[in-house]
């Protein structure tokens, strides 16, 4: 099974300031098809987890444009580039290259 | 507008039997493959079992093959988990899940439903 990693577990951040989550995969998530599959959601408090970042950089329809995901291979990062305080939740990556799919431990973004 | 709608979650006693639905509206049902995901009170998010399009290929974690059968009725856009010798650490909120694609492995999970709460105690 791939094994997702992520850090910080933890992260206060200032709101105006920039966050970065980092999520290490156990082997490639790059496909044949050139793509990396590697997802990103944020579980706001109380809610359903909802999609950011797809195929490692691709960001969904709605998702504000501060947000980033890079990386490739075993080595990704999702980027805020100024934190608000709406961003605060659960944050995690997740492999779908190969069942089963597998989740990071989740990083909880909390504003100082 | 994708929704997903989960039930079937209820309080259970150890080595009992759930079983959980989901139904869909808002996208061509047939056309994507499913998941289940699970999350145990205060944790993390757990991957438990996928179907594709035509229910002909399923995966599943570890910990629930051959205890867990997902399935699908694509004349009534449904998904199903049947849980059989349910266990504590099977206490959970279970979530339905929409994948981007058709297959299993598909692409990625773009869509979630609220979640039922499965409590499995004596």
């Known amino acids: 099974d791939i094994v997702m990693t992520q850090s910080p577990l933890s992260l206060p951040v200032i709101p105006g300031e920039p966050a970065s989550i980092s999520c290490r995969s156990s082997?490639?998530?790059?496909?044949?098809?050139?793509?990396?599959?590697l997802t990103w959601y944020l579980q706001k408090p109380g809610q359903s987890p909802q999609l950011l970042i797809y195929l490692g950089s691709n960001r969904a329809s709605g998702v504000p444009d501060r947000f980033s995901g890079s990386g490739s291979g075993t080595d990704f990062t999702l980027k805020i580039s100024r934190v608000e305080a709406e961003d605060v939740g659960l944050y995690y990556c997740m492999q779908a290259l190969q069942t089963p799919c597998t989740f990071g431990q989740g990083t909880r973004l909390e504003i100082k | 507008e994708v929704q997903l709608v989960e039930s079937g979650g209820v309080v259970v006693l150890p080595g009992g039997s759930l079983r959980l639905s989901c139904v869909t509206s808002?996208?061509?049902?047939?056309?994507?493959?499913m998941h289940w995901v699970r999350q145990p009170p205060g944790k993390g998010l757990e991957w438990v079992s996928m179907i594709s399009w035509d229910g002909i290929t399923t995966s599943y974690e570890d910990s629930v093959r051959g205890r867990f059968t997902i399935s699908r009725d694509n004349t009534r856009n449904s998904l199903h988990l049947q849980m059989n010798s349910l266990r504590r650490d099977d206490t959970a909120l279970y979530f339905c899940?929409?994948?981007?694609?058709?297959?299993?492995?598909?692409?990625?999970?773009?869509?979630w439903g609220q979640g039922t709460q499965v409590t499995v105690s004596s």
């Open positions: 899940a929409k994948d981007r694609g058709a297959l299993a492995p598909g692409y990625y999970i773009d869509s």
């Open positions: 082997q490639s998530l790059l496909h044949s098809d050139g793509d990396n599959y």
């Open positions: 808002g996208f061509t049902f047939d056309d994507h493959s």
